[in-house]
C-alpha cells in the first residue's frame, strides 16, 4: 500500500487541474453515517428509503425527523484530516476542485478552518442538510429551527413577509429528482478538464455523480480511489487504494504546491 500511496501521490503532484470527488465515506471518520451498509439504519428504516419524494409524500414527518436526526448529529461533528488535507492544498495555490455528494457541510468547514473564502472551488451536488425549500413556491429558506416531533406540533412552512405558508422540504436532492443543472454542468465540466480525478469514500452506483469519474477516466487521465472496499469505480481507476479516508488522503497530498 505505501508503494501505491507514493505512485498516486506522483500522479497528483503532476496533474492539474484536479477534480475530487466525495462521498459518504470521507465523513465516516468524523462519526458521520454513511448511506449505505450498517451506519446506513436509522430506526428500522433504510436510508434509501427515506431520500425519497415518495416517502416525504407519504410521510413528511418522519422524513424531517430524519433529517431533524441527521442535522443533529452533524452538528456534533468536525471535519476530519482529510477534509482538512484537500482543503489544505487548495489553500496552498493547487487546482483542485472538490464535487461532493456529501450533505453534512464538513467540505466547506474544513475550507473555512483553512482560511478559504472562495468558495467557488466546492460543489455541493446533492445539496444540503442545512437549508430547506418550499414545496409549493421553491423559495429556498433558512434550515427551519427543530422540528417539534413530540407534541404535534405543525411541520416547518414557507414564512415570513413573502412566505406562501406552503410545506417546506430539506434543501437536497432525492432519488428520482434532477440536480441542479447548474451544479451538475459545472461538476461536468470540472471532469473534462481534470489531469486526474481522486474518489474518496462514495459507493459509486448514484448516478449522474459517479459518472464525473468516468468521464475523466474515457479522456485518458488518471483516477485514483481511496475506500476500504471495491466499488463499480474499481474497475476503471488507474490505482485503487484500499484505505480509509482520513488515514490515506491526508498522504497523497504532494508537498510542495508550485
Ligand atoms: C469509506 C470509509 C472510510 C466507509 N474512508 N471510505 C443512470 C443515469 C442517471 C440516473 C440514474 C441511472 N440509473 C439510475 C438512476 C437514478 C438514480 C440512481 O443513480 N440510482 C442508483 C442507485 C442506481 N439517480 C437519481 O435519481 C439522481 N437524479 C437523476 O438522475 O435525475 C434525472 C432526472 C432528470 C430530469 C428530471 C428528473 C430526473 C439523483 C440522485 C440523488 C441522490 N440523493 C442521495 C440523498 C441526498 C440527500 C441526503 O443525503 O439525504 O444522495 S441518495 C445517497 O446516495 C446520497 C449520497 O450522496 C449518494 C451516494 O452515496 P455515497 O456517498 O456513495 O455513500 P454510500 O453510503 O453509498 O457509500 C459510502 C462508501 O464509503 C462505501 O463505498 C464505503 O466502503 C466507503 N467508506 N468508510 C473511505 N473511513
Ligand atoms: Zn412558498
Not at 484537500?86 to 493547487?94: M, N, S, V
Not at 474515457?218 to 475506500?227: D, F, H, L, P, W
Request: glycine fraction near 14%; charge should be negative; charged fraction near 20%.
Amino acid at each position: 500500500m505505501t508503494d501505491q500511496v507514493g505512485h498516486a501521490r506522483g500522479i497528483l503532484a503532476e496533474a492539474s487541474p484536479v477534480l475530487v470527488l466525495t462521498g459518504a465515506g470521507i465523513s465516516a471518520d468524523s462519526g458521520v453515517p454513511t448511506f449505505r451498509g450498517e451506519g446506513g439504519l436509522w430506526r428500522e428504516f433504510r436510508a434509501e428509503e427515506l431520500a425519497t419524494p415518495d416517502a416525504f409524500a407519504r410521510d413528511p414527518r418522519l422524513v424531517w425527523e430524519w433529517y431533524e436526526w441527521r442535522r443533529r448529529t452533524v452538528a456534533g461533528c468536525e471535519p476530519n484530516a482529510a477534509h482538512l488535507a484537500l482543503a489544505g492544498w487548495q489553500a496552498a495555490g493547487a487546482d483542485v476542485r472538490i464535487a461532493t455528494q456529501n450533505v453534512d457541510g464538513l467540505h466547506g468547514m474544513a475550507a473555512r478552518l483553512t482560511g478559504i473564502t472562495d468558495g467557488g472551488r466546492l460543489l455541493e451536488l446533492h445539496g444540503t442538510l442545512f437549508g430547506a425549500r418550499c414545496t409549493a413556491c421553491a423559495r429556498r429558506a433558512e434550515s427551519p429551527d427543530p422540528i417539534d416531533t413530540g407534541n404535534g406540533a405543525g411541520l416547518p412552512r414557507c414564512g415570513g413577509p413573502e412566505g406562501c405558508g406552503g410545506l417546506l422540504r430539506p434543501d437536497v436532492v432525492w432519488f428520482g429528482e434532477p440536480l441542479d443543472p447548474d451544479v451538475i454542468g459545472t461538476a461536468f465540466a470540472w471532469a473534462e478538464a481534470a489531469a486526474a480525478c481522486l474518489v474518496v469514500g462514495t459507493s459509486g452506483i448514484v448516478q449522474p455523480a459517479a459518472g464525473l469519474a468516468e468521464v475523466t477516466r474515457e479522456r485518458g487521465a488518471a483516477v485514483i480511489e481511496i475506500n476500504p472496499e471495491s466499488t463499480p469505480i474499481t474497475r476503471i481507476a488507474t490505482l485503487s487504494i484500499r484505505g480509509g479516508a482520513a488515514d490515506t488522503v491526508p498522504r497523497l497530498i504532494p508537498r510542495a504546491v508550485s
